[in-house]
């Protein structure tokens, strides 16, 4: 029993010392805005935007979905996250700037929520020791750098929900054990559930909760075993369930990602994730500072197991489970820290499967729980605090209290700097791209966001002199690693061709594109461009007519061939072309429009002004029926001028988007 101390006396101030550190550490994340991802999860998610009324869609769909110019993608199921931020939606309105402020703001307390969980279940793992021996772990966990980006990317608050189930379901199951009701271990399936729905890092607790029972607790092994089996039974259904009423799953993966989803060399598997693992392990302990926002190929180059890191990364990681297994029943607490962090880790090795992105700091949230538990007890045994001298203010516990809180300022100041990196996409680029030249898709991402802002800006962006300068470095770089990368070919054409005018680059890059992904549309869309603005007519109806042996409804090929045609005099195709166009959207006014404009260039104003007043019944067009108000007014048809009048009138403001 714990004697009545200083710390017993303060206990119930704890939780709101927590959210106030939470805050502290977190607070410059409110004024951020949308960063990295955030369209998978936000309300900027068209689906996520539909407030409650939308949950049922949730449930029901992919965690991503998206058909265009990269063809198709359906993948995941992840529905919980997107729940609360739909719930938000339906809470707080459509006004996008409080709604930004409000996710942070929940995503930091729902932060500040897991370490109180955390420090729940620490209290009961670490019953025998001083109940500031879990505040220490939870305080250590809480001020940790690396969290940052899950805390300050709200895509990422995905993975926050995911640990608060996989701790909520481990405090279900102590409190089961403690008392023997079942009601616990149904809580606990369901918290777990819940945790799953969020994101799938929470398998590895499939391994931890026994662990933490047989370490922590006296259950009996048939009960254990009893336990790991409902789990297990709970995760085949959490896999299987889902496929009766979700689509099938597409998710090609690329070299880009990760060079070992097409290296499926057992050596260079092991040798390449005992690199990465010996990243994490420097990261964590040494250099938490240094993050970035993707890494990818080529910033961990895949090598055997004869390399040299990989053999000392190898030593480390066996060395650190030896010590497990020496200290299993001398020293529990080191061997559940270390065995808790190789086992979280393991998920995100990629000797297992391949992880999307080599690695990221997200990838250590769960597993830096084992590290914390491991640094608070370092903190101890340097300051040689005994267990019953904490917050007693003995000498040893108030020297273990400043090299915590020495430790908590060093981190403070780190999180803090990193957070204002997450205050959008230009910034975070920014922020990381000098120490990513070796990321293929880092360096295209960077230069692909110039590019995106400046023809699709709200307002679009006057490109400068420095900002082509910037894109072609950064598309350059990544093209040196991978020469035949087609997002980089692809949009560094584009700057060629639509900014520089220089189709000759721009052609070349295109058909390099096209020969990297010849079923992807994009490329061939603006090779056919290009083809135009080189008057070379008949290649642009070849590049046109390849899209649509693809996509046979891509409304942009159709339109552009038909152009084509026109621009050669062949008016019959191009006339055909957009009936065609008619016949696939029967409310699109673009195809009348067009035709309208044949027959204008024809000298045909009559069935010019016949197409355009189809084209008014189809749309609301403001300038189009002021136009043809005009005409009929010329000709002294009063009634049609007022009637388009009217119509122009009816259309102002109205935005017409195609798609």
């Not at 809580?187 to 799953?196: D, E, R």
């Not at 584009?494 to 721009?506: F, H, K, V």
Request: glycine share 4%; with cysteine; proline share 4%.
């Amino acid at each position: 029993m714990v004697p009545a101390t200083f710390f017993s006396r303060v206990e119930r101030y704890i939780p709101l010392l927590i959210i106030l550190l939470a805050f502290i550490f977190y607070g410059n994340t409110l004024k951020n805005g949308y960063s990295l991802d955030d369209e998978l999860n936000t309300h900027i998610n068209p689906q996520v935007a539909g407030g409650i009324k939308a949950i049922p869609d949730i449930l029901t769909s992919m965690y991503y979905q998206e058909e265009g110019n990269i063809g198709k993608l359906s993948f995941g199921y992840r529905p919980l996250t997107k729940i609360t931020f739909a719930i938000e939606a339906s809470l707080f309105g459509n006004n996008p700037k409080r709604l930004l402020k409000v996710s942070h703001f929940m995503n930091v307390l729902l932060y500040a929520l897991t370490i109180l969980i955390l420090l729940s279940v620490l209290k009961k793992l670490f019953k025998a020791w001083h109940p500031a021996f879990p505040l220490m772990i939870s305080l250590l966990f809480l001020a940790h750098p690396l969290h940052t980006e899950v805390v300050a990317s709200l895509k990422n608050r995905e993975e926050i929900l995911s640990l608060m189930g996989g701790l909520g379901a481990l405090y279900f199951l102590l409190r089961y054990t403690e008392t023997n009701h079942w009601k616990y271990l149904v809580f606990s399936v369901l918290t777990f559930i819940a945790g799953y729905l969020s994101k799938s890092s929470i398998l590895t607790f499939l391994i931890i909760y026994p662990l933490s029972l047989y370490f922590f607790t006296d259950i009996k092994h048939r009960k254990l075993l009893i336990v790991t089996a409902i789990f297990l039974v709970v995760l085949l259904a959490s896999q299987i369930l889902p496929r009766l009423w979700l689509p099938d799953q597409i998710r090609p993966t690329e070299l880009v990602e990760n060079p070992l989803f097409m290296d499926h060399s057992l050596s260079h598997r092991i040798g390449t994730g005992m690199v990465v693992l010996l990243h994490y392990l420097v990261q964590m302990i040494l250099n938490p500072a240094d993050m970035a926002f993707y890494y990818g190929f080529d910033m961990f180059p895949v090598v055997g197991i004869t390399n040299v890191t990989a053999i000392m990364s190898l030593l480390i990681h066996i060395g650190l489970f030896c010590v497990a297994v020496w200290q299993w029943n001398k020293q529990k607490v080191i061997s559940y820290a270390i065995l808790f962090y190789l086992v979280t880790i393991s998920m995100y090795s990629n000797i297992i499967v391949p992880v999307v992105g080599i690695a990221a700091e997200r990838f250590l949230f769960i597993p830096s729980i084992g590290f914390c538990i491991a640094l608070a007890l370092g903190i101890m045994r340097i300051s040689r605090t005994r267990k019953e001298n904490w917050m007693r203010f003995k000498p040893d516990s108030l020297y273990a209290s400043t090299l915590m809180i020495l430790i908590m300022v060093i981190y403070a100041g780190i999180t803090i700097n990193r957070n204002a990196d997450w205050q959008d996409l230009p910034t975070l680029y920014k922020a990381d791209i000098p120490k990513l030249e070796r990321s293929v898709k880092a360096n295209t991402q960077y230069a692909g966001n110039i590019l995106y802002t400046i023809f699709n800006g709200q307002p679009p962006k006057e490109p400068t002199r420095e900002d082509v300068r910037t894109m072609l470095l950064h598309f350059n770089r990544a093209l040196k690693v991978q020469p035949d990368y087609y997002d980089a070919l692809n949009s560094k054409g584009s700057i060629y061709s639509t900014l520089l005018g220089e189709q000759d680059e721009a052609i070349r890059l295109f058909l390099l594109a096209t020969k990297s992904k010849p079923k992807i549309t994009a490329a061939w869309i603006n090779l056919g461009y290009s083809y135009i603005e080189k008057g070379n007519y008949n290649k642009a109806i070849e590049a046109y007519e390849r899209v649509l042996e693809l996509d046979p409804k891509r409304m942009k090929a159709i339109f552009k061939l038909a152009e084509v045609y026109q621009k050669k005099g062949e008016i019959s195709e191009a006339i055909a072309l957009n009936e065609r166009a008619m016949q696939m959207d029967t409310a699109s006014e673009l195809p009348y429009i067009n035709i309208g404009n044949y027959f204008l260039l024809a000298h045909d104003t009559a069935m010019a002004v016949t197409w355009w007043q189809k084209a008014v019944e189809k749309q609301p067009l403001e300038q189009l029926s002021r136009n043809l108000s005009l005409h009929f007014q010329r000709i002294g048809n009063q009634e049609k001028a007022e009637y388009y009048r009217r119509k122009a009138d009816e259309a102002k403001g109205v935005v017409i988007i195609h798609k």
